[in-house]
């Protein structure tokens, strides 16, 4: 199994059709382990190698303060971190999907390792958005 971290291809075609909306629709994202194949192939949410542990819930946290910008010739949206609080879990990634439009997946984040939480906050935290860093671009 592995998690490749990927702007998944389907959402692609989700945002030129307009069925995306990052400041409108409620856009989710869930913790996997690494059981969980995800990668640029993946399509909709799934709960199969996602995360159970205390403080978690299927379906993970809602994201919140999208913003969208650009900058030279490239659009990149960027969220609040978000945290589930005393949790004890352990995650190798996360999808990053839209729960208004079908569960459909936007971007999967590959952590490069397990990280995890023993009755304590389990933070996914954003990198710097711009042109070059944000999580999901469009160059």
Partial sequence: ???????????????LDGEIDLDADTIKIALYTSAATLSAATTAYTTSDEVVGTGYVAGGNTLTGATISTSGTTAFVDFNDTTWATATITARGALIYDS?????????????A?????????????????????????A
Wanted: a neutral charge; charged letters at 15%.
């Fill in 114 to 138: 397990d990280k995890t939480s023993t009755a304590g906050n389990f933070t996914v935290q954003f990198p710097t958005a711009d042109a070059t860093n944000a999580i999901i671009r469009i």
């Fill in 100 to 112: 208004t439009n079908a569960n459909k997946a936007i971007a999967v984040l590959d952590f490069g």
């Fill in 1 to 15: 199994m592995a998690i490749t971290q990927a702007f998944c291809t389907s959402a692609k075609a989700d945002f």
